[in-house]
């Protein structure tokens, strides 16, 4: 019989080996980024990884929008989400129409998909998602600052109907109900967006279509090797708008006024954030802003995040004049960011399309 010294061992080896099944061998696979060298040694002395102090981001009630609202509580309303795509990039939205129960299923679904043991998440096609849709770390990453330590689902809302159903059909459903909602909501924000710079357009409707967008299922284990890995390396999105829902654990940062600070969790909110493509259609009127997340030594975090995405044929052309950068189609977009990663390590953006 065990001792009950014994018993603690072998339930910690059990964990361990729990972890190790489950999570992707970041430290086995990405060994040579992890020894200290000196450009590790140059990212810990950089003043830019400094957060200066944690922010509450502007806080939108969208419930001013109810056409049973008089016409100025509305346009005020308007006002503020503008006000915030300029100087912030970002904002949170409360009574956003996406109610607490379908939030709660999401992340519940999601924590149960990223529970699977990592070579059947690595090696299976779950639930017919693309064979791609399961992605890990940084494949291009040279050093440390090029890095993310994190796993995530990116998934195509095309996928979602083709889903099998089964042990996952749970899943779909959850994801199918969770992207209609949120669809409408990035719908209606641009549209507000458009509207500001005097444009009354059917181009979002007609271009940024539910088959054309996609979520992506986030998750970021305990990092125990150091508080300077990245959970996601600093970037911006490469879309219009981008709706995240997030857990409370904490981790988003962004840049603003030329300094990181960090984003204080709201159980009430969801995050908007200007993309790449609304940056230049808007020729700089909003702001799409560098990001990033950290790691937590000790808990995991979950995010979803729902991209508001044109077709790869869509050409962006600004709708203000003169305009500052050239038009190109999404598809050269993303062959451009796919063609710097490789390159040069990370992405360069906005700033190859410029005039």
């Given at each position: 019989?065990m ?13 361990s080996?729990?972890?190790?099944s489950?999570d ?6 990405y ?14 002395k ?30 005020e ?6 006000e915030?795509?300029k100087?912030?990039g970002?904002f949170?939205?409360?009574n956003h ?11 519940d ?10 070579n059947k ?10 064979p ?13 600052k ?30 199918e109900?969770?992207a209609t909602?949120v669809?409408?909501l ?24 539910p088959?054309?967008?996609?979520l ?11 508080s ?9 999105d490469?879309d ?17 006024d ?18 790449d ?7 700089d ?17 979950f995010?979803?995040?729902?991209f ?12 203000r ?14 062959q ?12 360069v953006?906005l700033?190859?399309?410029r005039?």
């Amino acid at each position: 019989m065990m001792t009950c010294k014994q018993n603690r061992v072998c339930e910690k080896v059990s964990q361990s080996m729990k972890m190790e099944s489950t999570d992707p061998p970041f430290q086995k696979t990405y060994k040579t980024i992890f020894i200290k060298t000196e450009d590790e040694e140059d990212l810990k002395k950089n003043d830019n990884l400094v957060v200066v102090e944690e922010c509450e981001l502007p806080l939108i009630d969208l419930s001013r929008l109810s056409p049973n609202n008089d016409s100025g509580t509305r346009e005020e309303c308007k006002r503020a989400i503008t006000e915030a795509s300029k100087e912030w990039g970002f904002f949170q939205v409360v009574n956003h129409g996406i109610s607490r129960e379908i939030l709660e299923r999401m992340h519940d679904e999601q924590v149960k998909l990223f529970r699977k043991p990592f070579n059947k998440k690595a090696n299976e096609k779950l639930s017919n998602f693309s064979p791609d849709s399961y992605r890990w770390g940084t494949p291009s990453a040279t050093s440390l600052k090029q890095f993310s330590w994190s796993e995530a689902f990116h998934i195509p809302l095309t996928d979602i109907a083709s889903a099998s159903v089964g042990e996952f059909n749970s899943l779909r459903l959850t994801i199918e109900e969770f992207a209609t909602t949120v669809s409408d909501l990035a719908q209606g924000i641009a549209d507000i967006l458009a509207e500001n710079l005097g444009h009354s357009t059917t181009f979002f409707a007609e271009n940024c279509l539910p088959n054309t967008c996609y979520l992506r299922l986030n998750r970021y284990p305990p990092c125990p090797i150091s508080s300077e890995v990245f959970g996601l390396m600093p970037h911006t999105d490469s879309d219009f708008l981008t709706i995240l829902y997030q857990d409370q654990v904490g981790g988003l940062q962004l840049v603003k006024d030329g300094r990181w600070i960090m984003v204080k969790p709201n159980p009430e909110a969801l995050i908007v954030n200007i993309g790449d493509l609304f940056q230049a259609w808007s020729s700089d009127v909003y702001k799409s802003v560098e990001h990033r997340v950290m790691t937590n030594r000790h808990v995991e975090r979950f995010s979803v995040a729902y991209f508001f995405c044109p077709s790869y044929d869509t050409v962006v052309e600004s709708c203000r004049m003169p305009p500052i950068y050239k038009d190109f189609s999404f598809r050269e977009f993303r062959q451009q960011v796919q063609e710097d990663v490789s390159k040069v390590g990370y992405k360069v953006g906005l700033p190859r399309f410029r005039l």
